[in-house]
């Protein structure tokens, strides 16, 4: 790494490296000046930090931010750390055009300088993709709301990506400049734009890198400005949303299974599989519409055709399963048994030392599980496409959209 030596505080030498440091800043404190100061006797001489409408008795922090050469950008009013970070993004592109790295760093004093210049260092050694700064929520300053949000947020973001970071609300980030014209199209304006940003690099292959940092949290983290109601349901929504049109589309099949079955054809064999196969073209039609902005956004003709192969096969393996379950269980099964005839007039009871099979049927369906109830079918198929949607979702996350190079925390670290 080419560059000059400077030495810090703590006697280590660190190189200089072509980077920008962006804070946004809402009511800062001393602590933020202090930062600043300790960011520059490190390694980076170009800090940009982002008033986003602070209070007027916080004007003297900024004004000794400016002093020591910090540039400061402000929002006449609060617009959010989202939209304070693109403000300072388009700030670095229009001032800084020949930086090669955008560091963001939090403004309370949660990053260490030593761990800051770690992760822009990642990108100068010749990493590619966004390197976060991630906590141990295992560690006993960690305030109890901070570490079970982060670790729902963190679950959820592995049940939809398959990514696993142990701290996805991290604000130390670094990331290489070309990225910037991407980032700035990412939705959001407060804190949910940080979870987008983390799915945009999902859906976009832009590998994702984890380096352990120092745990830091002062006064309880009183001094952060997320709000846990309001935030977290904002970032929760943005990441959820991914996953609704699998529920949608999984109640669309199951329901238009139903109705075909129950009114349109007859409880047999063929029934259940045409059944079966008009249900789940009707219902990935409907999944493909919805998820042509977000699944399809960004992927190449190849990975539709692998997940149209995938479809194909999930809708006949569907069909012929629930077929099979249906069709090979017991013809006389529980109501021949007795089990569900408590419901039956005494009449029709079975006397004593009847054996099942001279149980009277007339009326009663005699053929597999549906001789059980109209319940039978439906059972059966939930339970097929039970199994069948943690096959699909194991098939598309380890081949159709699987990201090239370790995306997990541990082949990142």
């Known amino acids: 790494m080419a560059g000059n030596h400077r030495r810090a505080n703590d006697g280590k030498e660190y190189n200089d490296i072509p980077v920008v440091v962006v804070i946004p800043a809402l009511n800062p404190n001393q602590t933020t000046v202090k930062l600043a100061a300790e960011i520059k006797a490190v390694f980076a001489p170009r800090i940009v930090v982002i008033n986003d409408g602070s209070d007027e008795i916080n004007t003297g922090v900024f004004e000794s931010l400016e002093s020591m050469g910090c540039d400061i950008l402000t929002h006449t009013r609060n617009l959010g750390k989202g939209a304070a970070l693109k403000t300072g993004f388009k700030h670095v592109i ?12 939090d403004a309370d004093g949660q990053h260490a300088p030593k761990d800051i210049f770690h992760v822009a260092k990642r990108l100068d050694e010749g990493a590619d993709g966004i390197v976060l700064g991630t906590r141990s929520l295992h560690d006993r300053r960690v305030p109890f709301k901070s570490k079970w949000g982060n ?3 963190s679950l959820v973001f592995w ?3 398959g990514i696993r970071l142990r701290d996805t609300q991290t604000g130390l980030r670094a990331f290489p400049m070309r990225y910037l014209p991407a980032v700035l199209q990412v939705k959001g304006t407060r804190y949910e734009y940080e979870t987008n940003m983390l799915l945009h690099a999902h859906k976009t292959n832009i590998p994702i890198m984890t380096i352990s940092i120092d745990t ?4 309880n983290n ?4 997320f709000h846990a109601v309001q935030d ?3 970032i929760y929504w943005h990441l959820l949303k991914f996953g609704i049109s699998s529920v949608i589309c999984a109640a669309l099949d199951f329901g238009l299974f139903i109705i075909l079955l129950s009114f349109i054809f007859n409880q047999h064999s063929l029934g259940i599989t045409v059944s079966a196969v008009l249900a789940r073209i009707v219902s990935g039609a409907c999944n493909f519409l919805i998820n042509r902005y977000i699944v399809f956004k960004g992927k190449g003709r190849s990975a539709v055709i692998k997940y149209s192969l995938l479809f194909f096969t999930q809708m006949f393996l569907s069909a012929c399963f629930t077929t099979i379950l249906v069709q090979g269980m017991p013809p006389q099964g529980l109501m021949a048994q007795g089990i569900l005839a408590q419901g039956m007039p005494a009449q029709n009871m079975p006397a004593q030392g009847m054996q099942a099979q001279d149980m009277p049927t007339q009326g009663m369906p005699t053929q597999g599980i549906l001789a059980q109830g109209v319940l039978a079918a ?3 198929k939930l339970v097929v496409d039970s199994v069948l949607f943690v096959l699909s979702f194991i098939v598309q996350r380890k081949l159709i959209f699987k990201k090239e190079g370790g995306d997990n925390e541990n082949a990142a670290e």
């Open 378 to 380: 439906p059972i059966a």
């Open 216 to 219: 830091i949290y002062s006064d």
């Open 232 to 234: 977290s349901a904002r």
């Open 159 to 161: 049940l939809i990506t």
């Open 151 to 153: 670790k729902i947020t």
């Open 222 to 225: 009183t001094s952060s400005n």
């Open 94 to 105: 229009a001032n800084y055009p020949d930086s090669r790295i955008i560091v963001t760093v």
